[in-house]
């Protein structure tokens, strides 16, 4: 902010047409000597304005050709509390079959499986020893589960505060459902849930699960394809009372897409829109989405599955991953035996059938990108040698096999921004289904992350650790409410462990964690398998609750 110079104040104004008004009396024996001194004087009081009204032009004319002196101090922006918000994950519906749909239209759906089952999981942490109102709702608002009415009496000063959950497990749902918890005390609510699909017939065979979603007005998806036997539905749902539209930024292996009909897209308050991928972007195997909205936020998901000829090649829900930045990291990457992986990829029609890295390079610069892979021994080596340059504006895929089997971590950095996603697929023969999924980058762990756990199979907390050692902290939530004593699990850098998630603690179904990390930087996700089947899944942890919520506010004139 800069100080305005300060100028020498104006003369009074004259009187319109120039002249000063005097008192004169008519019949007054000294009237014309009075009126010979008022002229007198008249002429000597202009002669003297003239001059000071010159003098003062003198100096703004001068004043303006010298330099203007700068401010001598900064003034920091302020920094101004908002009310906290209400907590909202808008978790997805369950996958369906496109049926009868041209490209460009809106989607027809085919009834599910006859195995098919979506639930969704979810758990609400307590807030000074008080639960918050929360509730799984329908996208129309109807609720369908009250998780907690209200909050009821803070505990007593010094009291100890016993960390509580309210809990959602397993509650099967059959279309888009909102979970949602007010704030207390001035403080966001800790809340977090996820949807599971699972199918073991017709041309869904496989599990895909999502986290809900806070809902954004700037989003990243990556690893969509719409070559043939891929079908990429973009799915938009708005929970908010704002009408949303809604612009689309497509990119593939060539570059961006100009793809009419990718603006302007309107998603009116408490609905959702499916938007068929092949028909803004046909053909493309590489495909990632950049989806902005003005208005209301919107939460977005990609339903995606693969038909190998006629044998199921996998479903999955493709969620957003971090904004751009120079480092992403995906942890809960399972990869498969090296040699049984390459015999499958040689193979007409699964060439995507392996691990694999996708880097979209935003920005009009290349990125050379330095790749690294974390086990449970420390980093493995890629064939590739681990530095590649991705094109500007393109979507760049990396192999990621060659490795010996296990759990991964994928750490990628460069000195450009990037998004970034990791492909996990498991199954080795062709005449048999297989499974896909995708690990969207991950945020840092800090501390007291709600993670969710659906029920059945096989459930793996996947944690990594990068150049440094860390500590992660991890508490069951059960499905009575109660968070269970803490774990520690002490993790060397440049490794990643797996822990197995029990089916019960203290004969309590296990329904979500809470985790908290310590030391260097760590990531986690929750890897979901079936006994028995190649199904695969992978959900990154969410971010934290934030607390006391603020914006900046800049002063200026």
Known sequence: MHNNPVHPAAPHALPAGGEAETEETEGSPDQAKRTGSGRKALVTGLLSAAVIMAG???????????????????????????????????????????????????????????????????????????????????????????????????????????????????????????????????????????????????????????????????????????????????????ASSTPATVSLELFGSNGQIQAPGSRGLLVAPGTSRAVVLAGLAPGEAQLSVHIRSAGGPVAAVIQQSVLRGLTPGGVDFIAPGAAPAVRQVMTGVDIQEAGQVASLTAKSGYEDAGPALQLTVPGPSDAVVEVKLYGRDGQKALPSGGVITAKAGAVTEIPLAGVPAGHYTVAASSDVTFVAATRITRGLQDSKAVDVAWAASGVRLGSQHVVPVPPGGQRTLVFGALENRATITYSAITADGKVRAPATADIAGGTTASIAVPGKADDSDVVGYVVSASGDAAYGSLLLQQDGRDDISSLAFLPAAAGQETVPVTLSY
């Open 56 to 238: 003062a032009g003198a100096v703004v004319a001068a004043g303006s050709f010298l330099p203007q002196p700068g401010s001598s101090r900064s003034v920091p922006a302020g920094v101004s509390a908002v009310p906290a918000g209400t907590s909202v994950g808008v978790c997805p519906g369950p996958a369906r079959l496109l049926e009868g749909t041209e490209a460009g239209t809106d989607p027809q759906f085919s009834p599910e499986s006859e195995t098919a089952a979506s639930t969704v999981t979810g758990a609400v942490l307590s807030a000074g020893g008080v639960l918050p109102a929360s509730r799984l709702s329908e996208l129309s608002g109807r609720t369908a589960v009250e998780i907690a009415k209200g909050p009821g009496p803070s505990a007593a000063a010094g009291a100890p505060q016993e960390l509580l959950a309210g809990v959602v497990a397993g509650r099967q749902v059959n279309q888009v459902s909102v979970l949602s918890a007010d704030a207390t005390t001035n403080q966001k609510a800790s809340a977090a849930a996820g949807m599971k699909f699972t199918a073991t017939d017709g041309d869904l065979q496989g599990t895909a699960a999502a986290n809900c979603q806070q809902p954004s007005n700037d989003q990243w998806l990556a690893g969509a394809s719409t070559t043939v036997g891929r079908t990429s539905v973009l799915m938009l749902t708005n």
